[in-house]
Structure formats: structure tokens, C-alpha cells
T-cell receptor, first 118, second 115 residues
Framework: AQKITQTQPGMFVQEKEAVTLDCTYD???????LFWYKQPSSGEMIFLIYQGSYDQQNATEGRYSLNFQKARKSANLVISASQLGDSAMYFC???????????????FGTGTLLAVQP | GAGVSQSPSNKVTEKGKDVELRCDPISGHTALYWYRQSLGQGLEFLIY????????KSGLPSDRFSAERTGGSVSTLTIQRTQQEDSAVYLC?????????????FGPGTRLTVL
């Protein structure tokens, strides 16, 4: 069964430092996508970054990068140069790629609450 | 352009009452998803609509939950005979199409409180 595990309920980081948020996943499907979403206290889910299972390079989007280690089934999010506005809940999610018409639902982890300190 | 919208933003109801939650996806998006987020938890998939295909209802927790999507656009999630454990934020998302990679765009959610 598909599963996403985020083992860090909460993290602190000093402003301007880098932080790594852990995510491991479990799937038997060779084709899948991994997503990170940010959820500020206002509640909206904001897409950050995507990694496909067949992508050769780690995904990067501005200050966000994904440390994808396929053999270990991990997809950690790295935020560089943390800002106060990065304080939020961060969710790792996975979607199996179904070409046969099945759903493309996302399976979410339980999230990591990041607090950036000045 | 406009994002995914949901209404109402907050709903307080009494146990046993029925509620309807509405989602307006981004125009042109063929895929629509409903998720539920209980306090301090991640998102739980409920139901998925894709074009004219039969919806995937595999995440609906009980037969008290149902959803429909009219005209391939607006969707309504209905919870009958609400229970206190139904209290959660209900999030709707849409994406352009089914495929290898499709970012899901989320609405602001409806916070449901069952007293």
C-alpha cells in the first residue's frame, strides 16, 4: 500500500539558515510523483515542488530543492536561506501514475510544522 | 485568473443535520478532488472526478457522504446526518487533466464544525 511518512512533527530553524524536512515513501509502483505543499496558518495549500520517479536530476524551485534518493525511498525537502514567511506546515505527498484511467489522488504525510526564528 | 473557490468558508451545524459544501474549480480543469483534513492531520482523499468518467469514490468514509459534479464544473459534497467526527476542513482541488504530472490547485477549504 502507498504510504508517506514524515517523522518530524516540528522543526525550528534560524532565519537565513538551511533546513531539511524529511519524507519517506512506500510504493510498489515504478511510476510515481512526489510533491511538497506548504500550508500557512491561513490554511491554503501551496504547491512547492515536484519530483517524478524517473527524473534523473533532483528538482529545484528557487530556494526549494528536493533531495531524491530513490533506493532509500526518500524525498527530503531542503529550504535554503530560510525566511520568516517560511513558517508553516509542510506536507509531502505522493501520487502513483495511472495511465489506465484510475484516479490520480494524492497520498499525504502527516506534515512537519516549521518555525523560522529571527 | 481565478483560483479554486469553496463555499461556505465556515459551517457550524448540529449533529444529525445534513450539510452541502460547494467547490468551483478553475475554469477548464477537468479533474476535481475532495480531501478532508482533520485537526493536526494530513489530507485524506475522499473522491475524484475526471471529465465524464465514473468518479472514484474509494475514499468516502461512509454512505452518509456523497458528491456530484454538474456539467463538468461545480461540485457539491453532501454529508447526511452529520456526526461530530465529521468535523474537519474539507478541501477541494482541481487540475488541468489526468496525466503523469499534474499539480493540484487547492481551494481555501470549508471548515465544518458539528456540535
Amino acid at each position: 500500500a502507498q504510504k508517506i511518512t514524515q517523522t518530524q512533527p516540528g522543526m525550528f530553524v534560524q532565519e537565513k539558515e538551511a533546513v531539511t524536512l524529511d519524507c519517506t515513501y512506500d510504493t510498489s509502483d515504478p511510476s510515481y510523483g512526489l510533491f511538497w505543499y506548504k500550508q500557512p496558518s491561513s490554511g491554503e495549500m501551496i504547491f512547492l515542488i515536484y519530483q517524478g520517479s524517473y527524473d534523473q536530476q533532483n528538482a529545484t524551485e528557487g530556494r526549494y530543492s528536493l533531495n531524491f534518493q530513490k533506493a532509500r525511498k526518500s524525498a527530503n525537502l531542503v529550504i535554503s536561506a530560510s525566511q520568516l514567511g517560511d513558517s508553516a506546515m509542510y506536507f509531502c505527498a505522493m501520487r502513483e501514475v495511472n495511465y489506465g484511467g484510475a484516479t490520480n489522488k494524492l497520498i499525504f504525510g502527516t506534515g512537519t510544522l516549521l518555525a523560522v526564528q529571527p | 485568473g481565478a483560483g479554486v473557490s469553496q463555499s461556505p468558508s465556515n459551517k457550524v451545524t448540529e449533529k444529525g443535520k445534513d450539510v452541502e459544501l460547494r467547490c468551483d474549480p478553475i475554469s477548464g480543469h477537468t479533474a476535481l478532488y475532495w480531501y478532508r483534513q482533520s485537526l493536526g492531520q494530513g489530507l485524506e482523499f475522499l473522491i475524484y472526478f475526471q471529465g465524464n468518467s465514473a468518479p472514484d469514490k474509494s475514499g468516502l468514509p461512509s454512505d452518509r457522504f456523497s458528491a456530484e459534479r454538474t456539467g463538468g464544473s461545480v461540485s457539491t459534497l453532501t454529508i447526511q446526518r452529520t456526526q461530530q467526527e465529521d468535523s474537519a476542513v474539507y478541501l477541494c482541488a482541481s487540475s488541468p487533466e489526468r496525466g503523469a504530472y499534474n499539480e493540484q490547485f487547492f481551494g481555501p477549504g470549508t471548515r465544518l464544525t458539528v456540535l
